[in-house]
């Protein structure tokens, strides 16, 4: 009886979806032109910055060499001293040449005369440029430190405008600002503090340019596509990955390079529109008129007109506009609390899982490009997979089932990571780890966008991944407990939060093929519905049980 007084419940606006078409054209354009598209103009230069500081082998420039015989070698063999590097290989120093005119004294200074580079990959980078190494390497850490700056700070407040003013408009400042960060990027590289302002400035974009779309075409899809709608997103931002190093394979200088990752973003601004703002948030906000021609947008294209039971549905539900207060909303009762506490836990493990894998992208060995393309590569299969589970086994179970499966590889990683014989078998379970930890990711990320009601449901989004972004920051130390102690340890960390990601999935509750929440009072009443739910099965359990032992007797 309660199950179907739970089932006859009806979402109104799902109702008005169906109406003007859930799953038609308008949807399926919307998926590909700002899904999956606009994931590779974007994905592109939110991490090119990363790519175009890339560090090549170099070593001090002594003159002279134009004037004798001597290959390149030699002429290193005679003036650069040699030392442990950061990888206690014993090699040519970086910094370092011998100071005196005949090169037979062992008196070593710093470079004198530049640097020379290694131009086997790269033709130019920020760096060599620049010259942003040796007494003045600690440049690229600057800038990095400034592009987590711009992340943090973005999230923190685009997260919330989203709610405040509109996805649309959040969208295209946020895009904008990409836009413009990243293009001034090119052209300011002499003044190293302007640079770094510039990079903020791109990172402060970041996630809310990808979280806009993708949160208006959750709300304007039927229950059951949304998991189809991310996965348009996760195509386009492994395709970016991908794409983004054969391009700089191709130039090899990182002004096109950064120039060619850039501009198509800029091509988006000029979308405007085609780009609706979620009548779902519009009809929370009681934006009525807005609302209504939003909705005619959709229908319109869809084949579908606006009849008088949509008109009916928005007036019998205009009431009152929620009163939100940014972040504190997410504790303003405990139903919704609690979720926000475990959401953000799952964030932060899987955040974590993530960086420290691909941390060291720029130090593996051989080809730069192919590793950067390998490792975006590899997220492909992860959300094809992430897709199929989480609409045939729900988001809870299908992050849990991924962490757990990434605790057991962290494992072998701890037993193998030593072993010299068995470093096939390494090689080839850290690519697992990093295929169910991108399936933990894509769950998880689908998960916190159907936990959180409309009116607050960015803000959620953001919070979580604030939260994660400072707490992942311990990354590189958790890398470095490896390089300097063993390396067993960081796979017996990892392997343990997995755990604790698997075990905090059991208490959030499942949402696949749900309603979305619209106010926070309906993420309380769901709650308190629940308990009826379980409590009156309980009680027909015992009825049933005390009916069996009457009939025994």
Not at 266 to 275: A, D, M, Q, T, V
Not at 521 to 543: F, G, I, P, Q
Request: hydrophobic letters at 45%; a neutral charge.
């Amino acid at each position: 009886m309660v199950a179907e007084e739970m089932k006859g419940e009806d979402n109104s606006f799902d109702r008005i979806l169906e109406i003007i078409g859930n799953d038609g054209p308008y949807q399926r354009r919307f998926n590909i032109f700002f899904g999956y598209f606009l994931l590779i103009a974007v994905y592109m230069p939110s991490l090119n910055i990363i790519m175009a500081l890339a560090v090549p082998e170099h070593w001090c420039y002594v003159p002279g060499r134009e004037d004798t015989n001597y290959t390149l070698e030699e002429w290193k063999e005679m003036t650069i001293p040699k030392e442990n590097n950061t990888q206690d290989i014993y090699t040519y120093s970086s910094c370092k040449m011998y100071n005196t005119s005949d090169y037979r004294d062992t008196i070593a200074t710093d470079c004198q005369y530049g640097w020379e580079y290694d131009q086997t990959w790269y033709t130019s980078t920020a760096v060599t440029q620049e010259n942003w190494i040796c007494n003045n390497k600690l440049h690229v850490t600057n800038v990095f430190v400034f592009t987590k700056i711009g992340d943090f700070l973005g999230t923190f407040i685009f997260g919330q405008i989203g709610d405040l003013v509109g996805r649309k408009p959040t969208f295209y400042i946020t895009l904008s600002v990409l836009f413009v960060g990243r293009v001034m990027s090119v052209f300011t590289s002499k003044y190293i503090w302007v640079f770094a302002f510039a990079a903020l400035l791109g990172n402060l974009a970041t996630p809310s340019v990808f979280q806009s779309p993708l949160t208006i075409a959750m709300e304007i899809s039927k229950n059951e596509n949304r998991a189809k709608v991310q996965f348009a997103q996760a195509l386009g931002s492994t395709t970016a990955l991908c794409l983004m190093p054969i391009v700089y394979w191709i130039f090899k200088d990182w002004v096109p390079f950064m120039l060619l990752t850039s501009l198509p973003c800029g091509i988006y601004l000029f979308s405007c529109k085609w780009f609706v703002e979620s009548p779902r948030w519009l009809a929370s906000r009681q934006k009525t008129k807005k609302c209504i021609n939003e909705l005619e947008k959709i229908a319109r294209v869809n084949g579908r007109e606006l009849d008088d039971e949509v008109l009916d549905i928005l007036e019998k539900n205009t009431h009152s506009k929620e009163a939100t207060y940014g972040f504190m909303s997410l504790f303003s009762n405990w139903a919704l609390a609690k979720k926000t506490i475990l959401l953000m836990i799952i964030w932060i493990i899987v955040n974590l899982l993530y960086f420290t894998l691909v941390m060291n992208v720029n130090n593996l060995g051989g080809n730069p490009f192919l590793n950067y393309f390998f490792q975006g590569l590899a997220e492909l299969p992860a959300a094809l997979f992430g897709k199929y589970f989480c609409d045939k086994m729900g988001r809870r179970w299908a992050h849990r089932y991924a962490f757990i499966a990434a605790a057991f590889s962290s494992v072998i990683m701890a037993v193998t990571i030593n072993n010299n014989d068995l470093l096939w078998l390494t090689s080839m379970v850290v690519v697992f780890l990093k295929f169910f930890t991108t399936i933990a990711w894509y769950a998880i990320n689908l998960h916190t966008i159907e936990m959180f009601p409309t009116c607050i449901r960015q803000t959620g989004i953001a919070f979580c991944v604030i939260t994660a972004s400072a707490v992942s920051t311990t990354a590189p130390y958790i890398v470095y407990l490896g390089t300097s102690v063993n390396l067993k340890y960081p796979y017996f960390i990892l392997g343990g939060m997995a755990v604790i990601g698997a075990l905090t999935g059991l208490f959030l509750s499942e949402t696949l093929n749900q309603s979305l929440p619209e106010t926070i009072d309906d993420v309380r009443n769901k709650s308190n519905r629940n308990k009826t739910v379980l409590n009156s099965v309980n009680n027909v359990n015992n009825a049933e049980e005390i009916k069996l032992t009457h009939i025994e007797r």
